[in-house]
Nanobody, 116 residues
Framework: QVQLLESGGGLVQPGGSLRLSCAASGIIFSIYTVGWYRQAPGKQRELVAVITSASSTNYANSVKGRFTISRDNAKNTLYLQMNSLKPEDTAVYYC??????????WGQGTQVTVSS
């Protein structure tokens, strides 16, 4: 059974930092493209950042220069370092592991709230 367990969300002031983690089990993590998505209230889920099995990365324009995605295949874990957080970063953040249409998995989400 595939499980993706996110952690690290919370309440932070504008300008602050958080580090999200996603621990995967039940898959060969290293061969998956993995990423972070987010969904704010009333909005569609959107890509934040992805990292391929070859460690190529891609970021949404809104987070470039502030967020860093990384992976540790030995620990089956995905990370998202978020710096210089803004109120508009407030959302539920979801971990995703993808290797095609039939092999696409989501975590349960972790809330990130940026507010003073």
């Amino acid at each position: 059974q595939v499980q993706l367990l996110e952690s690290g969300g919370g309440l932070v002031q504008p300008g602050g930092s958080l580090r999200l983690s996603c621990a995967a089990s039940g898959i060969i993590f290293s061969i998956y493209t993995v990423g972070w998505y987010r969904q704010a209230p009333g909005k569609q889920r959107e890509l934040v950042a992805v990292i391929t099995s070859a460690s190529s990365t891609n970021y949404a324009n809104s987070v470039k220069g502030r967020f860093t995605i990384s992976r540790d295949n030995a620990k089956n874990t995905l990370y998202l370092q978020m710096n210089s957080l803004k109120p508009e970063d407030t959302a539920v953040y979801y971990c995703n592991c993808n290797r095609g249409t039939m092999l696409n998995y989501w975590g349960q989400g972790t809330q990130v709230t940026v507010s003073s």
